[in-house]
């Protein structure tokens, strides 16, 4: 079984920055592209990042050059670090498998505000 736990978020002042970090259990994780998504209120959720499993990073157009993301094969964790954080950027952030499979985690609350 699939298990997935992100962590890390909170409110920050925009400008500022956070560390997201996703637990993956139940699969082989090191053979699994993985990726952060995350959905804002009323919107669908969309795809944020992507790390292949050579350590190949690909960002979508709204975060490239403020956001990285990285993984840890002997923890099986990946990682968001989010910088120069906006108020768009507010959404609850999710990790999973690139494509994703339908197990989701509970996902991890940014919130950007001052």
């Known amino acids: 079984q699939v298990q997935l736990v992100e962590s890390g978020g909170g409110l920050v002042q925009p400008g500022g920055s956070l560390r997201l970090s996703c637990a993956v259990s139940g699969i082989i994780f090191e053979i699994n592209a993985m990726s952060w998504y995350r959905q804002a209120p009323g919107k669908q959720r969309e795809l944020v990042a992507t790390?292949?499993?050579?350590?190949?990073?690909t960002y979508a157009d709204p975060v490239k050059g403020r956001f990285i993301i990285s993984r840890d094969n002997a923890k099986k964790t990946v990682y968001l670090q989010v910088n120069s954080l906006k108020s768009e950027d507010t959404a609850v952030y999710y990790c999973?498998?690139?494509?994703?499979?339908?197990?989701w985690g509970q996902g991890t609350q940014v919130t950007v505000s001052s």
């Open positions: 790390i292949s499993t050579r350590n190949i990073a």
């Open positions: 999973n498998q690139f494509p994703p499979e339908d197990i």
